[in-house]
């Protein structure tokens, strides 16, 4: 038997696993979570928490000798990426040959790096997505709640109409309208009225600091200060940072042992613990959840894993893009790093996609409108399990990519032509204006009601669940973290009321 025992363990802290932590907290059980990355509220020697984007340091990047942002070059030149020293730091690219994933590191997760842009989905995309769940259910009380504690707000139009900080929005949405295009406003959980004092310069800036990717010291309200903050507050979580999960067996008493990898900042291991549990729910995301499911089901720990396991990856169709202004369409030298406006062309059977207007903040004016556009790619991939490196590999070839490529481009050669503009070419790498070889939704690898029933409890194997964005199967139309909350939210209601009243 393990040393430790919790009635409940959850292992990440991303979006899915913080549902879990706060709504067992919530019922009385204690439970444990165990996140790889650091926890991330103690500023370092300059002061801040995080590092900034323009002189990123070891806190930037997940053990790396020289950053990997999504936008590598400038003008073609090598001025983005900046050698630092190996350290857990909370952005972390994955690369798997022709797909690298983007994912959060750290306590909350994605939520740490992302964009904050809160958006539910479409209602018929949904349905189509996820037949199995009652949409009229979800849309009346799950993303509801998600939306709420999660603090989603929306930028106030007149401000938006008037700040400097969002002409790079306005000049883009200019450039979709002459194309006949609607845009709309998107939510977010970056605190917009705090964006307002930061403009008012009375307050410390983040979102108009250039600070997303590698965190925003201020303003943003990321899992770690709504869900897990709640849960805390319970009395009944714990959260054990620096800890690696890399095991998951079953006893014959039907509990489950997880061995993790404890770790010390320079990333070596100083103690390898197993942990036994009740239950045990998987947050670590896409990539981690499938990764540990199928490491358990090719190595024989948990053999009656179902086939679905490692299937039904997407890329949420995610192409960046980005196009060149006239010298009179300027986008301003300031921008704000979190987006607020969308083109949504969903509607449009023959070509559906929303674009959201990414800033690209530089300091200085470029005339560049960037746009990360989400697409309605079929294509899926697979994971295998590599027995000689004991990791999942995911088979996903460019050529999958294709379509959500072929889509951008119909979209943004029609705003072109409308606008007489061009594509930039120097962005990406390659020389191509699409950057097809990276994604930040990653989605899928443990479908629901396929690897799980239809409330994310894993076939085979009670008393195991998947909770995060494993389960939606590879693509939900808009950005995904809403989404991931809300189904959430949904399946531990259920979990609670049925697997524990025993
Ligand atoms: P998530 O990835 O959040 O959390 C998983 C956690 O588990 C991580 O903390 C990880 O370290 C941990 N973990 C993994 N394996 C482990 C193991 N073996 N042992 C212990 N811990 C382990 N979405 C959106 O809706 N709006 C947006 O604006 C953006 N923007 C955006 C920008 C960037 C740069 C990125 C990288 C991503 C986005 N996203 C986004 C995507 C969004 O962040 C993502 O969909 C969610 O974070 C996924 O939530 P999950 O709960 O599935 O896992």
Redesign the pocket.
């Known amino acids: 038997q393990p040393a430790t025992h919790t009635p409940a363990l959850v292992?990440?802290?991303?979006?899915?696993?913080?549902?879990a932590a706060l709504r067992l907290g919530q019922a009385g059980i204690q439970t444990l979570v165990?996140?790889?990355?650091r926890l991330w509220d103690t500023p370092a020697g300059d002061g801040k928490v995080f590092c900034s984007t323009s002189a990123p340091d070891q806190r930037s990047m997940?053990f790396r000798t020289r950053t990997e942002a999504?936008l590598a070059t400038f003008l073609w030149l090598d001025v983005v990426n900046k050698s630092i020293s190996p350290y857990p730091g909370v952005?972390?690219r994955v690369n798997y040959g022709d797909m690298s994933?983007?994912?959060?590191?750290?306590?909350?997760?994605?939520?740490?790096?992302?964009?904050?842009?809160?958006?539910t989905p479409r209602r018929d995309y949904f349905a189509e997505v996820l037949p199995q769940v009652d949409a009229a259910e979800m849309y009346g009380t799950y993303f509801p709640r998600a939306n709420a504690m999660l603090g989603v707000n929306t930028v106030d139009p007149a401000w938006f109409e008037s700040t400097e900080w969002y002409k790079f929005a306005r000049t883009s949405r200019k450039a979709a309208q002459n194309a006949g295009l609607k845009t709309v406003f998107v939510p977010?959980v970056y605190d917009f009225g705090y964006m307002r004092r930061e403009a008012a310069g009375t307050a410390t800036k983040s979102a108009l600091a250039g600070e997303?990717?590698y965190g925003n010291n201020y303003g943003k309200r990321s899992?770690d200060k709504t869900y897990l903050a709640a849960a805390l507050g319970t009395g009944r979580v714990t959260i054990e940072t620096l800890?690696?999960?890399?095991a998951i067996r079953r006893q014959p008493d039907g509990t489950y042992v997880v061995t993790?990898d404890r770790t010390d900042l320079t990333g070596k291991v100083v103690e390898t613990r197993e942990i036994g549990c009740g239950k045990l729910f998987l947050?670590?995301?896409?990539?981690?959840?499938t990764?540990?499911l199928l490491r358990a089901r090719e190595t024989g720990a948990l053999p009656a894993l179902d086939p679905a396991v490692g299937t039904g990856w997407g890329t949420?169709g995610n192409i960046m893009t980005a196009r060149a202004n006239h010298m009179w369409d300027t986008v301003g030298a300031n921008e704000a790093t979190?987006?607020a406006l969308g083109i949504d062309d969903w509607d449009n059977a023959a070509n559906p996609v929303f674009a959201?207007i990414a800033p690209l903040p530089m300091g200085f004016e470029h005339w560049v409108s960037l746009y990360?556009a989400i697409t309605k790619n079929p294509q899926r991939g697979t994971f295998t399990y590599d027995p000689a490196t004991d990791s999942a590999r995911l088979n996903w070839t460019k050529a999958q990519n294709q379509p959500s490529v072929d889509a951008t481009k119909r979209l943004f050669d029609r705003i072109n032509l409308k606008n007489a503009t061009i594509y930039r070419y120097d962005l990406f790498g390659n020389n191509t204006p699409f950057a097809d070889d990276f994604c930040?939704?990653?989605?899928g690898g443990c479908p629901l009601g396929r690897a799980t029933d239809g409330y994310g409890r894993v076939k085979g194997y009670p008393g195991l669940y998947v909770?995060?964005?494993?389960l939606v199967p590879g693509s939900i139309g808009?950005?995904?973290?809403?989404?991931?909350?809300a189904l959430?939210e949904r399946n531990l209601e259920r979990v609670l009321a049925e697997d524990f009243a025993a």
Do not use: C, K, Q
């Open positions: 292992i990440g802290s991303g979006y899915g696993a913080a549902v165990l996140e790889m990355g997940w999504p952005l972390d994933v983007y994912v959060g590191r750290g306590v909350g997760g994605g939520s740490l790096v992302n964009g904050g842009m809160a958006v977010n997303v990717i899992v800890h690696h999960v890399r993790a947050g670590a995301g896409s990539l981690g959840t990764e540990l949420n979190m987006p959201e990360l930040y939704h990653p989605l909770t995060d964005g494993a808009v950005n995904p973290f809403v989404t991931i909350t959430a």
